[in-house]
């Protein structure tokens, strides 16, 4: 790695359980970023996945491709990990995504054509093809954080960001380890230095089953309102 050039762009994908979707969305991402960015490396996070994750990305032969792997820490944490090792790559930018094929790369080359506008620039949701009811959960997640919080911000936790590198990393160190959402706490520490939201369209999953499922709504709203307490002291610092 040391004789390669950093990085302009690391794009970050959180994996668990997705040995159905993985690799279609290795592929097609891997094609849209090639038509904007020279040198980039996409990083996927094995979040402890328990069927045939593994074993389909370790069949993959691409030198753009990175996999790090820990135990089960979940969906937010295994961001904040993704952060931190993009910046270790001495990569410019970091880019998320979901594995499970809803984040559609059609939206990406606006993205990152802004991307000297704010320092954070967020996709927003604007036509979804998920089901009401994460329209729903999206919507009551973004009344209760503007009542809460006073974000201006309209989809906190979505899966679709770009940040300069350091600034992601050093943001989530300041994140606690049993912080659940922690992407929300991304979004919302650095709310104050700038963001771009861009208009996006979100396809349903391409298989599996969600992480969050209607009936556990509430469980996480609970759990994401007590974790917030611990954020406010680092939202000041």
């Known amino acids: 790695m040391s004789s390669s050039p950093s990085p302009e762009l ?7 359980n997705e040995d ?34 593994a074993a389909q990305l370790g069949a993959l032969d691409w030198p753009e491709l990175l ?44 993205v990152w054509s802004r991307r000297a506008e704010a320092v954070a620039v967020y996709g927003r949701r604007t036509s979804r093809d998920d089901g009401w009811s994460r329209k729903f ?20 936790n979505v899966p679709f960001r770009l940040y300069p590198a350091t600034l992601a990393a050093e943001t989530a160190a300041r994140i606690p380890a049993t912080f659940e959402l922690a ?7 650095l709310e104050p230095r700038g963001y771009l939201e861009v208009p996006i369209h979100f ?12 009936t ?5 709203a609970l759990r994401l309102f007590s974790d917030l307490k611990t954020l406010n002291h680092a939202r000041r610092v």
């Not at 290795?26 to 979040?47: C, G, M, Q, S, Y």
């Not at 790559?89 to 979901?98: C, K």
């Not at 992407?183 to 520490?189: D, H, Y």
């Not at 556990?216 to 996480?220: D, E, I, P, Q, V």
Request: glycine share 8%; proline share 3%.
């Open 10 to 16: 690391v794009l970050i994908v959180p994996v668990y």
């Open 137 to 156: 959960i999206t919507r009551v997640l973004h009344f209760s954080l503007k009542c809460a919080y006073r974000t201006r911000l309209n989809d906190t």
């Open 67 to 110: 996999v790090h792997t820990h135990t089960n820490r979940g969906h937010g944490q295994s961001c904040l990990a993704g952060y931190q090792q993009a910046a270790s790559l001495e990569a410019r930018f970091v880019f998320q995504i979901d594995s499970d094929g809803q984040c559609d790369p059609v939206g990406f080359a606006e």
């Open 203 to 214: 396809r349903d999953r391409a298989g599996g089953h969600a992480s969050v499922r209607w």
């Open 216 to 220: 556990g709504f509430g469980k996480k």
């Open 20 to 53: 159905e979707t993985i690799i279609p969305v290795l592929t097609e991402w891997r094609a849209e970023l090639r038509k904007h960015i020279p040198a980039f490396l996409i990083l996927v996070v094995n979040d402890g996945s328990t069927d045939g994750t």
């Open 183 to 189: 992407n929300i706490a991304m979004a919302l520490l």
